[in-house]
């Protein structure tokens, strides 16, 4: 729950493709917290839709860093 574990999910996901990354990805995209949405923006985390979601996102931030601005 802190941005320090998102960090280490992203890092996991980039390295372990092989992984169930489907929910782990959405749960990151929908995540409560803008800094945790902010990173798997950064990181390009995400489907198509979910980089959508990001770029559209509530928090100027995170569309930053999405790239939609």
Known sequence: ???EAADRVIFDLSEFCEADTAEITKALIAHPDPAVRKRAAENDVGSKAGKKR????????VRKAAGNI
Not at 54 to 61: A, G, R
């Open 54 to 61: 990001l770029k559209s996102d509530d928090d100027v931030e």
């Open 1 to 3: 729950e802190s941005i």
